[in-house]
């Protein structure tokens, strides 16, 4: 199973420690691969791991970038090629490892900024070391609280650990509903700037990726609230006619290594002409005005008479009613309206905030909270209302997309489907999957119906879930037992549910799993939290819409 990877770190609620980039190899290299699991499901985990890097890497985590990156490379070059399925899917693999050379740019992109930080890291630690051996060495009366103000201050301060502040989900669901509303607004528009400049998803993914753009997203758009999408638009395009200008000039490896084909004509901004001592700059010529009667130049060039006494005498402005001092408010203690409350509010930014993780598996992989909106079930129910009274299922797909270490789910996808009483399955996965991506969404999860049953998970439901929890291991199946009034929020144990599920052999549509507990509650408790407010939208993929 491939996910994020990171264990435990940053669980604690401080900044989490910098790791040196052996160390993130290490940890990138510690997931489970399965050559049993179909490869299209590892095809779709390989795109899912090169999205969350560019989440991560839009909000300045180096390091959690630089590992999912190094394992998008390991899984692609170290086991896909080798899958019993290769030779069915070489288009596939060929544009997966296209992705992996860009992935190997980025990555030495960013290994000297990961070395510099830990670097700085270990020189704290060494500091903090040599400062504790000092003090320990002083008489025991100079106690750490009697350090003087100046004394402190010139205590090292290691720049790696002023991180993101590390949140508890349940604790901020009010300010992740916030911060989740702000980001996907802002994507929304960069997304729709982007297309209306022109730029196609390949063109973008390869300049994003090659760093030509720099932060363009937070440079026009980290405060969308004065940003229209078409003055984006125009400035993206600007950017991208530089771009192309500077792409056309050839590189300093292109200057020295000796060209057969004739050479390109390089640009010259247009100069601008010295001025001659005997010319003055000319002016527009244009009409010379009439000149004006002889009475109206006398008029014009008459002091007008001086105004009355009485308009002159300017009455002393009245004096103000003197107010005792004690009925001033301190400045402290004045009440701030709600509009100067907003504008004192701290900017929310995906990348000033973390939020911790929620649960572990059972092998102790931490798991990324998943906020899910409360009314979601209730509109899918209501989408679902003609197949329930037909007594046939209904699924749909749950999107939404990585937001400060927290996944929100924010949309929900109906596909096209063929159902029966005990089954619904999914048809044209690839069409489902091109919306997806155009969407620059993430498959978090799945949502069905049990018509007639109660709420649980059968021998199906967890093959079908396997695949999900493949592609991200927070993914979550929800069931709904409109008969019943019952609901659920599951995942697979792991172990030994995925385990046991992914090495099933067993082809009957229901059979039995000979185990213990193959699937949890994800949400009483779990790493799924209800976050009252957020916003989603339903997709119907169906044909005729029902």
Same mark, same amino acid.
């Given at each position: 199973?491939? =996910?994020?990877?990171?264990?435990? %770190?940053?669980?604690?609620?401080?900044?989490?420690?910098?790791?040196?980039? $052996?160390?993130?190899?290490?940890?990138?290299?510690?997931?489970?691969?399965?050559?049993?699991?179909?490869?299209?499901?590892?095809? %779709?985990?390989?795109?899912?791991? &090169?999205?969350?890097?560019?989440?991560?890497?839009?909000?300045?985590?180096?390091?959690?970038?630089?590992?999912?990156?190094?394992?998008?490379?390991?899984?692609?070059?170290?086991?896909?090629?080798?899958?019993?399925?290769?030779?069915?899917?070489?288009?596939? @693999?060929?544009?997966?490892?296209?992705?992996?050379?860009?992935?190997?740019?980025? *990555?030495?992109?960013?290994?000297?900024?990961?070395?510099?930080?830990?670097?700085?890291?270990?020189?704290?630690?060494?500091?903090?070391?040599? *400062?504790?051996?000092?003090?320990?060495?002083?008489?025991?009366?100079?106690?750490?609280?009697?350090?003087?103000?100046?004394?402190?201050?010139?205590?090292?301060?290691?720049?790696?650990?002023?991180?993101?502040?590390?949140?508890?989900?349940?604790?901020?669901?009010?300010?992740?509903?916030?911060?989740?509303?702000?980001?996907?607004?802002?994507?929304?528009?960069?997304?729709?700037?982007?297309?209306?400049? =022109?730029?196609?998803?390949?063109?973008?993914?390869?300049?994003? +990726?090659?760093?030509?753009?720099?932060?363009?997203?937070?440079?026009?758009?980290?405060?969308? #609230?004065?940003?229209?999408?078409?003055?984006?638009?125009?400035?993206?395009?600007?950017?991208?006619?530089?771009?192309?200008? %500077?792409?056309?000039?050839?590189?300093?490896?292109?200057?020295? %290594?000796?060209?057969?084909?004739?050479?390109?004509?390089?640009?010259?901004?247009?100069?601008?002409?010295?001025?001659?001592?005997?010319?003055?700059?000319?002016?527009?010529?244009?009409?010379?005005?009439?000149?004006?009667?002889?009475?109206?130049?006398?008029?014009?060039?008459?002091?007008?008479?001086?105004?009355?006494?009485?308009?002159?005498?300017?009455?002393?402005?009245?004096?103000?009613?003197?107010?005792?001092?004690?009925? &001033?408010?301190?400045?402290?203690?004045?009440?701030?309206?709600?509009?100067?409350?907003? #504008? +004192?509010?701290?900017? &929310?930014?995906?990348?000033?905030? +973390?939020?911790?993780?929620?649960?572990?598996?059972?092998?102790?992989?931490?798991?990324?909270?998943?906020?899910?909106?409360?009314?979601?079930?209730?509109?899918?129910?209501? !989408?679902? $209302?003609?197949?329930?009274?037909?007594? @046939?299922?209904?699924?749909?797909?749950?999107?939404?997309?990585?937001?400060?270490?927290?996944?929100?789910?924010?949309?929900?996808?109906?596909?096209?489907?063929?159902?029966?009483?005990?089954?619904?399955?999914?048809?044209? $996965?690839?069409?489902?999957?091109?919306?997806?991506?155009?969407? $620059?969404?993430?498959? &978090?999860?799945?949502?069905?119906?049990?018509?007639?049953?109660?709420?649980?998970?059968?021998?199906?439901?967890?093959?079908?879930?396997?695949?999900?929890?493949?592609?991200?291991?927070?993914?979550?199946?929800?069931?709904?037992?409109?008969?019943?009034?019952?609901?659920?929020?599951?995942?697979?144990?792991?172990?030994?549910?995925?385990?046991? !599920? @992914?090495?099933?052999?067993? #082809?009957?549509?229901?059979?039995?799993?000979?185990?213990?507990?193959?699937?949890?509650?994800?949400?009483?408790?779990?790493?799924?939290?209800?976050?009252? =407010?957020?916003?989603?939208?339903?997709?119907?993929?169906?044909?005729?819409?029902?």
């Amino acid at each position: 199973m491939v =996910g994020r990877g990171g264990g435990g %770190r940053g669980s604690t609620g401080g900044p989490s420690q910098p790791m040196s980039v $052996e160390q993130i190899v290490q940890e990138a290299q510690n997931f489970d691969y399965n050559p049993l699991i179909p490869l299209k499901y590892w095809l %779709r985990s390989t795109a899912t791991l &090169l999205k969350e890097a560019e989440i991560y890497e839009h909000e300045g985590n180096d390091q959690q970038t630089y590992l999912l990156l190094f394992r998008h490379a390991q899984l692609v070059l170290g086991h896909l090629g080798k899958h019993p399925e290769a030779r069915n899917n070489e288009c596939g @693999l060929r544009q997966a490892e296209l992705e992996v050379q860009k992935s190997l740019e980025t *990555m030495e992109r960013l290994k000297p900024r990961i070395s510099k930080k830990y670097e700085r890291y270990q020189k704290f630690v060494r500091d903090r070391a040599a *400062m504790g051996i000092a003090n320990d060495r002083k008489p025991s009366s100079a106690s750490a609280s009697d350090l003087s103000p100046q004394r402190k201050e010139r205590r090292p301060m290691d720049p790696a650990l002023a991180s993101s502040e590390s949140l508890a989900a349940g604790d901020n669901r009010e300010l992740a509903v916030k911060l989740a509303h702000k980001e996907i607004k802002r994507r929304a528009v960069a997304r729709k700037a982007t297309r209306r400049a =022109g730029i196609s998803e390949e063109e973008e993914q390869e300049r994003r +990726t090659a760093g030509v753009w720099g932060n363009w997203e937070q440079d026009f758009a980290s405060d969308h #609230t004065g940003v229209d999408g078409d003055a984006l638009s125009r400035q993206m395009q600007n950017i991208r006619l530089r771009v192309d200008n %500077r792409d056309k000039r050839p590189s300093v490896a292109e200057q020295k %290594r000796p060209s057969f084909q004739p050479s390109r004509a390089s640009y010259n901004y247009p100069s601008i002409p010295a001025k001659s001592k005997q010319q003055s700059p000319s002016l527009p010529s244009s009409p010379r005005p009439p000149r004006p009667e002889k009475g109206l130049v006398e008029s014009m060039t008459t002091p007008p008479p001086p105004p009355p006494k009485d308009d002159v005498r300017v009455k002393a402005p009245p004096r103000p009613v003197k107010q005792p001092i004690a009925e &001033l408010e301190s400045p402290m203690s004045t009440t701030l309206s709600p509009t100067s409350a907003a #504008t +004192t509010e701290p900017e &929310l930014k995906s990348s000033s905030f +973390t939020f911790k993780p929620s649960a572990y598996l059972e092998n102790g992989t931490a798991l990324r909270t998943i906020f899910l909106p409360p009314d979601l079930r209730h509109r899918f129910l209501q !989408i679902a $209302e003609k197949n329930t009274r037909a007594n @046939l299922e209904t699924c749909g797909v749950l999107c939404g997309t990585l937001i400060s270490n927290a996944l929100f789910i924010s949309k929900l996808v109906i596909p096209e489907q063929k159902s029966t009483s005990d089954t619904c399955e999914t048809l044209d $996965e690839s069409l489902l999957f091109d919306y997806v991506d155009g969407e $620059e969404l993430m498959v &978090l999860g799945w949502i069905h119906t049990h018509p007639t049953q109660t709420c649980f998970m059968s021998s199906r439901d967890l093959h079908t879930h396997s695949g999900y929890q493949v592609m991200i291991p927070e993914s979550i199946a929800i069931v709904c037992a409109p008969s019943k009034n019952d609901w659920g929020v599951y995942r697979l144990t792991d172990p030994p549910g995925m385990k046991m !599920i @992914l090495n099933c052999t067993n #082809t009957g549509l229901f059979h039995p799993h000979d185990s213990g507990t193959l699937y949890t509650d994800a949400l009483r408790p779990g790493h799924v939290f209800e976050a009252k =407010g957020l916003e989603f939208d339903v997709h119907d993929m169906r044909s005729g819409n029902y």
